[in-house]
Each structure stands twice: as structure tokens, then as C-alpha cells.
């Protein structure tokens, strides 16, 4: 039951994630969107034709200085997916307490992050143009990816209504049983003539005790148990 609780969760949280991808990302206008933000977030670094020592900021930028973005040899042997994560990557936390932080890792790179300035939609519109700027194109194709999504969403929301019959069947059935149960359990106690009703402590001794008080006289008197009863406090009814 759990787990079948668990696992219509996690297909909620699933949903939710490929719905928050798919909905992001419009192909159209991409690369004229594309250079507007490049223009505004990385252009006073990287220049306006992705060239070093274009931007303003160059002369002041410690190493690891930028590559040339309009090198195509060196530019194709990033991926699309490559520079899309340069351009949201991790920062580490350097606070006290924060992440750990290796000999090789930059914990604060020269370059920011864009992660949380800008959509998912906007980073791929300046690979895009960023891909201009080497005389390529984007190959990362973004609508395919999003068909995809779109289909992985509706194999996520298929499994999502069969888990969801499927806990509704168990808790349907279980609760099914748990009446039966009880209702056999009711109809037993009728037939044997006891009494149905649940007691603890002083009250349940006193409800039990004429009964154990008759067998214990009858036990006796029979010849089958050798101490009377009221030498152990059962007067004799
Ligand atoms: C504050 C200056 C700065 C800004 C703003 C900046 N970058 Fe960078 N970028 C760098 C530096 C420095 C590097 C090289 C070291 C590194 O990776 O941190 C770099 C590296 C890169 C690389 C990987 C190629 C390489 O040189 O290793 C790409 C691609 C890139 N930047 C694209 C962008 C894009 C696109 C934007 C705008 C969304 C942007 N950058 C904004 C400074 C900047």
C-alpha cells in the first residue's frame, strides 16, 4: 500500500518535471532572440564576434581568459549540450559549511552562471547564435527533443492513471476485506452466543468471571482439579 502510494507520488513529481521541460522553448525567432541576449549577458566579455580581446572586460579578466568563440576547429569540439551546460553550470558554495571544493574545481570561474538568470529556452536560443558566431549551426534539435518529451509525458501520464487504478483497486480491496472481516467476525461471536463487545481491564475480568467461576466448580467437583476453588478466591457460585 506504500508502496503503491510512493510510486503515484513519484509519478506526480515525474509529470511535473517533463511538463516544466516541454513547456519551455519555442523554436521560432531562436537565433534573433538568441544574439539580443548575447548581446546583453556576454558580449562585454566575449566580444561581439565571440573574438578575444573583443570585450571590454578582456584586459581586466584573470586565466583562464575565454577561447576565441568564432574558432570553428576549436569551437566543434564542444557539443551543443557542452556549451549549453557552460553557460548554466554549478557554482560551488563557498560558504562555511558548503560544498567541498577540489584542487581542480574553479569555485568561483570567471565566468557566471546563467542557470537561474535565464529559461532553458533562452540559453538554447544563444547556443544557437553562439553556434553563428563559428559558422555553425545548433544540432541539438530542440522540437525533437520536445516531441519526445511530449511522448515521454504521455507514457508518464499513462503509467501515472494505471498506478492511480491500481492504488485505488488496493485500498478499494482492502478496506473490502477489512468490513468482511469484521462482519464475519460479528456474525462468529453471535453464533457462539458471545458477547460482541470489546473490554479491557477491571470490566473485562468481571465480564469473564462467572464464566471462569462455573468451570472452575465444574472442574473440581468433576474430581479434575484437586485445589477448591475458594481456597484461591472463586467462591462457589
Ligand atoms: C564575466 C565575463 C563573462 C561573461 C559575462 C560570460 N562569459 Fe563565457 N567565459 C568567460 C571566461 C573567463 C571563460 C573561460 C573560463 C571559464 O570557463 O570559466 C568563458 C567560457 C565560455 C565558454 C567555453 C569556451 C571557453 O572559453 O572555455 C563559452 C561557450 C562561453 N563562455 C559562452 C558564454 C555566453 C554564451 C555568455 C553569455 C550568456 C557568457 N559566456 C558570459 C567569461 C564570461
Redesign the pocket.
Known sequence: MKAARLQVMGAVAGLTAVWVIVAGGCASEQQRKGHEL?AH??M???GENGRQNEGF?WSS?PD????D?SNKSEMSTFKDED?FN??SRDMKDTSPGGDKIGDDD?AV????T?KYTLSEDEIWA?VAY?RTLHGMKLEFKVEERKTGLAEALKTAQEKFDQAKQTYEAAEQKASDEAEKKSEALKKYAASRGALFAPASGEAAQKAVFPAVQANAWLLFEGGKAKISPDTVGIPKP
Open positions: 548575447y549577458y556576454c562585454h566579455c566575449h572586460n579578466m583562464p581568459k575565454p577561447k568563440l556549451i557552460t553557460i574553479f570561474p570567471t565566468m557566471p546563467f544563444i553562439v
